[in-house]
């Protein structure tokens, strides 16, 4: 499992932060009728958003999207583990919950993750491996099992291509208290259209296991070190904790933090939100919470919105202006765009440079946290980005379409004694409106 854990396009030396400048492809500004005080609020994002989507999805209808795929694999010389079916129809029953929780509080309605059922229970497609539980397996055998899995797939008419699939691995070994984990745990690449994740099962794996437990059992548990200690609540909420947080990078999350306005709900699940899932249950804590910024991204995903309307489209983004300023502690992004396929918010991920730390991307960016935006009806947008600190810093800057596709740029700013200096920022923005 991994490890727990834009854009500034700030244009002005930091003498003139006070003062707005901006870059534009065109010398023109639109007129501005669009209230931006009615959308000050997440609240009152979600509500805009919301219309925007309705109104794009109304015009050809919905046609059911997708469903998340959830593949049990085991060795071939091992059954699946005990009550595996039972169990992960529960497992996966309560991430769904969790997702649709989440989305009412954040004014969505009941969307949620679509998964494959039959009878009413969860469909698992089981995949006997072509090797033996003799070492042949390990955490490393992500790719050998995708393959493994992706053959069996095809061979039932489905093309993993074009899915986004859970894989639960039998691959552990349980004596009594004594669990030893030797899964893939991770994530191997997605978009909206496809994505692979690893999970591992084991025998004390349960919902029930989240919850309150009398017996006060105590677990010694081996994944990449020695044996530890567990209580049932800590192993059930860390796994299947890790679960919905590698499930969340196969619907395309990255790792986000939590702004300090947003913590008061608990920890952000793409953060470190797989070591607090469901602590709420046993009161040790706020739990975990869906940051805004992913409710948007998952908001369009075909297995959450119900449509795959041109989901393999390109939005073909351009931007038309970037407007930039820094006051009252805050960056402000400011900025119009255009693409064939609507974009219906932006969201801007401040990623901090930490001590000898390489590059921002995969396991460097568990402190990167995320501020969004509408896009009002002349393709205009602003973000502002708060929190922040001094030191090197990557904003990630993505615009959220309609059809479930994102669109990134990168700029590089730092800031020092709360002063910016966006002198590398500043050629990357007029490369990124250069015609």
């Given at each position: 499992?991994?490890?727990?854990?834009?854009?500034?396009?700030?244009?002005?030396?930091?003498?003139?932060?006070?003062?707005?400048?901006?870059?534009?492809?065109?010398?023109?500004?639109?007129?501005?009728?669009?209230?931006?005080?009615?959308?000050?609020?997440?609240?009152?994002?979600?509500?805009?958003?919301?219309?925007?989507?309705?109104?794009?999805?109304?015009?050809d209808?919905?046609?059911?999207?997708?469903?998340?795929?959830?593949?049990?694999?085991?060795?071939?010389?091992?059954?699946?583990?005990?009550?595996h079916?039972?169990?992960?129809?529960?497992?996966?029953?309560?991430?769904?919950?969790?997702?649709?929780?989440?989305?009412?509080?954040?004014?969505?309605?009941?969307?949620?993750?679509?998964?494959?059922?039959?009878?009413?229970?969860?469909?698992?497609?089981?995949?006997?491996?072509?090797?033996?539980?003799?070492?042949?397996?390990?955490?490393?055998?992500?790719?050998?099992?995708?393959?493994?899995?992706?053959?069996?797939?095809?061979?039932?008419?489905?093309?993993?291509?074009?899915e986004?699939?859970?894989?639960?691995?039998?691959?552990?070994?349980?004596?009594?208290?004594?669990?030893?984990?030797?899964?893939?745990?991770y994530?191997m690449?997605?978009?909206?259209?496809?994505?692979?994740?690893?999970?591992?099962?084991?025998?004390?794996?349960?919902?029930?296991g989240?919850?309150p437990?009398?017996?006060?059992?105590?677990?010694?548990?081996?994944?990449?070190?020695?044996?530890?200690?567990?209580?049932?609540?800590?192993?059930?909420?860390?796994?299947?904790?890790?679960?919905?947080?590698?499930?969340?990078?196969?619907?395309?999350?990255?790792?986000?933090?939590?702004?300090?306005?947003?913590?008061?709900?608990?920890?952000?699940?793409?953060?470190?939100?797989?070591?607090?899932?469901?602590k709420?249950?046993?009161?040790?804590?706020?739990?975990?919470?869906?940051?805004?910024?992913?409710?948007?991204?998952?908001?369009?995903?075909?297995?959450?919105?119900?449509?795959?309307?041109?989901?393999?489209?390109?939005?073909?983004?351009?931007?038309?202006?970037?407007?930039?300023?820094?006051?009252?502690?805050?960056?402000?992004?400011?900025?119009?765009?255009?693409?064939?396929?609507?974009?219906?918010?932006?969201?801007?991920?401040?990623?901090?440079?930490?001590?000898?730390?390489?590059?921002?991307?995969?396991?460097?960016?568990?402190?990167a946290?995320?501020w969004?935006?509408?896009?009002?009806?002349?393709?205009?947008?602003?973000?502002?980005?708060?929190?922040?600190?001094?030191?090197?810093?990557?904003?990630?800057?993505?615009?959220?379409?309609?059809?479930?596709?994102?669109?990134?740029?990168?700029?590089?700013?730092?800031?020092?004694?709360?002063?910016?200096?966006?002198?590398?920022?500043?050629?990357?923005?007029?490369?990124?409106?250069?015609?």
């Amino acid at each position: 499992m991994t490890l727990p854990l834009v854009l500034s396009l700030l244009f002005l030396a930091p003498t003139l932060c006070l003062s707005e400048s901006s870059v534009s492809s065109t010398g023109s500004k639109s007129p501005n009728a669009f209230d931006w005080s009615n959308v000050d609020t997440q609240r009152g994002q979600s509500e805009h958003i919301l219309e925007a989507i309705k109104s794009w999805q109304s015009q050809d209808g919905k046609d059911g999207g997708k469903k998340l795929r959830v593949v049990y694999f085991h060795p071939k010389d091992r059954q699946p583990l005990k009550d595996h079916a039972k169990r992960w129809d529960g497992i996966m029953s309560d991430i769904q919950d969790f997702y649709r929780t989440e989305m009412k509080h954040l004014g969505y309605g009941e969307v949620t993750l679509g998964l494959e059922r039959k009878n009413g229970k969860l469909k698992l497609h089981e995949v006997c491996g072509a090797k033996d539980d003799d070492g042949s397996y390990s955490y490393n055998s992500g790719s050998k099992i995708r393959g493994e899995v992706f053959d069996a797939l095809q061979a039932k008419g489905i093309n993993p291509q074009e899915e986004t699939i859970l894989i639960v691995c039998g691959l552990s070994r349980t004596e009594e208290k004594k669990v030893t984990i030797y899964s893939p745990y991770y994530g191997m690449g997605a978009n909206h259209n496809c994505g692979i994740c690893f999970t591992a099962d084991m025998d004390w794996l349960s919902i029930d296991g989240l919850k309150p437990d009398p017996s006060k059992t105590t677990l010694q548990v081996k994944e990449h070190r020695g044996y530890e200690p567990f209580t049932l609540a800590r192993f059930n909420t860390t796994y299947i904790g890790g679960t919905i947080h590698e499930l969340g990078h196969g619907l395309s999350l990255p790792h986000n933090l939590s702004t300090k306005k947003e913590a008061i709900r608990g920890t952000a699940l793409m953060g470190a939100g797989n070591y607090t899932y469901r602590k709420e249950w046993r009161d040790e804590g706020k739990g975990s919470f869906l940051t805004h910024a992913h409710a948007l991204r998952l908001l369009v995903h075909p297995l959450f919105s119900q449509t795959t309307k041109h989901s393999k489209e390109s939005p073909n983004l351009k931007y038309k202006k970037l407007t930039i300023s820094h006051s009252d502690e805050k960056m402000h992004i400011r900025g119009t765009v255009q693409s064939d396929i609507p974009a219906i918010a932006m969201i801007a991920y401040n990623d901090g440079e930490n001590k000898g730390q390489r590059g921002y991307m995969v396991n460097n960016d568990y402190d990167a946290t995320t501020w969004t935006s509408v896009i009002n009806p002349n393709n205009e947008f602003r973000i502002r980005v708060g929190d922040l600190r001094d030191g090197n810093h990557q904003i990630r800057l993505i615009s959220v379409h309609a059809n479930g596709t994102t669109v990134t740029k990168r700029l590089h700013y730092s800031m020092k004694e709360g002063m910016p200096d966006f002198k590398r920022a500043n050629q990357e923005i007029e490369n990124i409106l250069s015609p």
